[in-house]
């Protein structure tokens, strides 16, 4: 089993979501934005398991607990917290030029973060097997 897929499923759930966010921010039509939608959720969620499996398996036994609280506070206190309000800082400052696009716009700037995001997840492939074999096993 290649561990590298743990930093390369992820990569791969946020570069392939891009298509269907952005068809969801521009379809013409309710029904065909929620296709878009679902499928966009789908590949979103990608980096979820990896991630919590590699924060596992990085952390001595004795830190799981902790490594996993770290985990859960920087998605919730970054992703709930502070991206809503960029996108709405973002959003107020396109609308006086854009309009109601505003929002739209301020979304597609977000997505840009899922390229970068998806290139640091390929770039810790390089690596990951030589930091899981460097943690302490009982």
Excluded: K
Excluded at 33 to 51: D, K, R
């Amino acid at each position: 089993r290649d561990v590298r897929w743990l930093a390369w499923i992820p990569a791969l759930g946020g570069i392939a979501m891009i298509p269907f966010v952005s068809g969801f921010l521009l379809a013409p039509d309710p029904d065909v934005a929620l296709v878009f939608y679902s499928i966009q959720v789908f590949f979103s969620t990608f980096w979820m398991a990896p991630s919590f499996s590699m924060a596992q398996g990085l952390a001595r036994v004795q830190m799981r607990a902790t490594s996993a609280a770290i985990l859960l506070f920087v998605i919730n206190g970054f992703g709930t917290t502070s991206v809503p309000a960029v996108v709405g800082a973002l959003s107020d400052r396109f609308s006086s030029t854009a309009g109601p696009a505003g929002l739209r716009t301020a979304l597609f700037v977000v997505i840009g973060f899922c390229i970068w995001a998806a290139a640091h997840s390929l770039r810790m492939a390089g690596t990951l097997e030589q930091d899981l074999s460097r943690v302490e096993r009982p």
